[in-house]
């Protein structure tokens, strides 16, 4: 992994001496409530002000929402294609009118994920060459669509080896079982949180949030980076979680359950 000294695995390293962070816990919960924003960029944003509610640039508050800063409006950095960083702003150091609830929790009132979104989802992984064998039958897009996300967790976090034509290096030869599969069900469990899917922790992340059990060995930026890159391959968390709700009208019944590439 990444030995960047402004990396999560250097800061939550360093945690206990001089510096204080977020408890992975509270961010991946603070991660999955920005769907808007790039995972990594959610949680640069947690390190900066942890009761943020939903973040855009001064030029977006004016244009999209008629909202100006407050005269003492704190900057907020995140990463930015193209640019070293960019600065946004909380909704709570801005004024004006009313913030829409879609846009702050735009997946709050929406349906399920459907056959016809894993149809697309599939094809789209098709394209990139990312065929995904194996994945078990179900009567539920719900929990297929969790076996697919935790299937790309593995793949990106490097778990099942290297994809040169993907931009994936395999992960450290000294990583074990049980830190794979925990780093890839963070990655479901953030995804699926920031599509707005209901779908309970599973395996290790399950022990550590509900039952206190003491965290496993992980790289917090393999999860974050894999996050990333499995939302972009489908145009970004928002997009992704449209693109699984989709319900193409038909005339004909839906008589085969989608489990793996349409041939």
Request: with cysteine.
């Amino acid at each position: 992994m990444d030995k960047n000294v402004n990396s999560f695995d250097a800061l939550y390293a360093e945690a206990g001496s001089h510096r204080s962070v977020m408890p992975w816990d509270e961010l991946l919960g603070f991660v999955r409530r920005f769907p808007q924003i790039a995972a990594f960029n959610a949680a640069l944003i947690a390190q900066q002000n942890a009761g943020a509610i939903f973040v855009e640039t001064e030029h977006a508050w004016q244009q999209k929402y008629g909202r100006l800063l407050t005269d003492d409006a704190v900057a907020l950095i995140v990463l930015h294609p193209f640019a070293p960083v960019r600065f946004v702003y909380d909704v709570e150091d801005t004024h004006g009118p009313p913030v829409p609830d879609s846009s702050i929790s735009p997946f709050k009132a929406v349906g399920a994920p459907t056959w016809d979104g894993h149809r697309l989802v599939m094809d789209v992984l098709h394209r990139k060459g990312l065929d995904l064998p194996g994945l078990p039958k179900t009567q539920s897009p719900t929990v297929m669509l969790g076996h697919v996300l935790y299937e790309l967790a593995l793949v990106y976090a490097g778990h099942r080896g290297e994809f040169p034509k993907l931009g994936i290096s395999a992960s450290e030869t000294d990583i074990d079982g049980r830190q794979a599969r925990f780093e890839a069900e963070c990655i479901t469990w953030l995804i699926a949180g920031r599509l707005g899917l209901k779908m309970a922790a599973t395996g290790s992340l399950k022990g550590y949030l509900k039952h206190g059990e003491l965290l496993p060995p992980l790289s917090r930026d393999r999860v974050l980076h894999a996050v990333n890159a499995i939302e972009k391959l489908f145009g970004g968390a928002l997009h992704f979680g449209q693109m699984v709700r989709e319900d193409v009208p038909s005339l004909f019944p839906l008589t085969e359950q989608w489990t793996l590439s349409p041939r």
